[in-house]
């Protein structure tokens, strides 16, 4: 499933879409029987408001922007339809949901909702994730999410990159030029860079995040010159420089590559 816009939202939410996960289970509420439980691909930050109780959230889920404010880190979300007659149903497109953070994790094994375990956080529209491989023989191939490039995982990876230091940070990133050392095991060896001026840090999960896309390098014949191989660069590793700016992202040839 995917969140991908907001109606009301607070504003660190916004730069954290889409929110991507799996329906995990439904959980009946004490005000109604079909809460359902999305457990995240990728955690979230928000920042509490005034008066929360840290003291109802883990501490390793007790997080600090770059600025030093406090953040909360949620695995999961608890969404219902927003209006009556609805639910969240198969082939679901832009359903307005009602969305709750789970500050205490423990809430996938209760049989009813408690609602100290959850956060009011947003309302929005969720949609039914990407489409499933094929089933049985004859059916027509689902669209490939793999790459077909080294400088497509490589954007891929930066865009994860960018994402993950603003996450670190607590606000949008809008520019950011790194360069990434890939090894032979298609992992990062190194990084370096700026992101809007600053050094590209971002939260200790995107490092196996940007592993996990960078391992789709594996089985590729290669691509254009931006992803040629530097000379300069031992033991089979790679490197790539790349630049993001919103979407788009610019990989720049290394002119001491081989080929």
Known sequence: MSITHFDTAPRELEWQLPLEGELYRLIPGPDRPDYSLLVLERPLHFYPATG??????????????????????VHALLVCARFVGQQLHPGMHDLAVNIAYVIDNSLARDAVVDFAKIEVAAVGFISEGHVSGPSTPGEADAPAEA?????????????????????HRGRPVDRLSATLVVGADHRLAGLSGNADGEAPVPTPETFEQVNEVLARLDGLAGGPAGAA?????????????????????VLEKNRDASA
Do not use: C, N, Y
């Open 229 to 249: 191989e530097d000379s300069s660069v031992q033991d089979g590793a790679r490197r790539f420089t790349v630049r993001v700016e919103g979407d788009s992202v």
């Open 147 to 167: 790459a077909s490039t080294d400088d497509d995982v490589v954007a891929d990876a930066a865009r994860v990159l960018r994402d993950g230091v603003a996450a």
């Open 52 to 73: 929360f109780d840290l003291g109802r959230v883990e501490a390793d889920q007790q997080v600090e922007d770059r600025k030093g404010r406090p953040m909360v880190r």
